[in-house]
């Protein structure tokens, strides 16, 4: 189903080096209860609106959306990975119910500063990021620079050395967005109707500053570099027809999903619910035994 470039045994051993790392930062604070409102997240010059679920000790999971998207589109694997504990997903700047920024401050080194004030505020010591999607980007650049708090990184459906992208990027105006809805539905082709009346409408309230950054993310090459440079476990999913960056270092696993359109989440939560439990499971596991251990 799958092509694994080295064994689960070499993923393991990477998560445990960096978890033996993790360990030595302060412990989370815990919650009182389960948090299960949308609430305002403060970063630099404004707020992002998110949701937080759950409440346990497992691995906190935080999912980050691409090009145009909004939070909602995880709302089944946050109700899939609450139980035993938290999850999060967040509107990027400039997209869904976030603020725009006031600086017009939307390139990837901004959405990773964003993130890390998000981890921050929500005092996730230690992470898995999940990025569909130009999302990609942003939790890969964050894991190169923060390899000590990522446990683990999922990818979905990474969007990299794409032409199109960056010709629509530099569109004027008013060519934007019937352009970028074009774009758009070459990766809906393969999409149930709802998803593509979700994706559109996503899009159509999304600010253009936002998602010409986004697209710039999407034409350039540089997940690879962040991959490369991230030492722990990797995963990369793949739904039919979606192409993989590379060339990727060793140890980091492809899969490719058996449905569905480039929005997985929405058209197959199912089969990519499935594959993030299987990476999850170890990450947990291995954090449960050292903190046993400590």
């Known amino acids: 189903m799958g092509h694994r470039h080295t064994s689960t045994r070499t993923g393991l051993a990477l998560a445990a080096s960096v978890l033996t790392l993790a360990c030595s930062h302060t412990p989370e604070a815990p919650l009182p209860a389960e948090r299960t409102e ?13 949701t937080a679920l759950g409440l346990g000790p497992a691995v906190p999971v935080v999912f980050i959306h691409g090009v145009g998207g909004h939070h909602h589109f995880f709302d089944r694997q946050l109700t899939e990975f609450r139980s035993g504990r ?49 999302g990609a980007q942003v939790v890969a650049r964050y894991a190169e620079r923060n390899p000590v708090r990522v446990l683990g990184l999922v990818i979905v459906n990474p969007v990299s050395g794409n032409a199109e992208a960056a010709r629509v990027a530099d569109l004027p105006d008013a060519e934007f967005r019937p352009a970028l809805e074009t774009w758009l539905g070459t990766l809906l082709e393969q999409a149930n109707p709802l998803t593509r009346e979700e994706v559109l409408a996503s899009e159509g309230k999304a600010r253009i500053p936002a998602m010409r950054a986004m697209l710039a993310d999407a034409a350039g090459t540089e997940i690879v570099g962040s991959l490369a440079a991230y030492p722990g476990p990797v995963l990369i999913l793949a ?6 960056p590379g060339p990727l270092r060793s140890g980091i696993e492809t899969r490719r999903l058996s449905t569905g359109s480039h929005w997985s989440p929405l058209d197959a939560p199912d089969q ?14 291995a954090a449960m035994k050292l903190r046993k251990s400590g």
Do not use: M
Not at 41 to 49: C, I, Q, T, Y
Not at 104 to 132: E, M, N, P, Q, W
Not at 272 to 285: H, Q
């Open 38 to 50: 949308e609430r305002r997240l403060a970063v630099a010059d404004g707020w992002l609106l998110g």
């Open 272 to 285: 990519l619910n499935a594959a993030l439990w299987e990476f999850v499971k170890p990450l947990d596991a």
């Open 86 to 134: 938290r999850v999060l997903a967040f509107d990027q700047r400039g997209c869904g119910g976030s603020a725009d920024s006031p600086k017009g401050l939307y390139d990837l080194d901004t959405r990773v500063r964003d993130l890390a004030a998000v981890l921050d505020a929500v005092r996730f010591d230690s992470v898995i990021l999940v990025g569909h999607g130009t």
């Open 239 to 244: 739904a039919p027809g979606e192409a993989i």
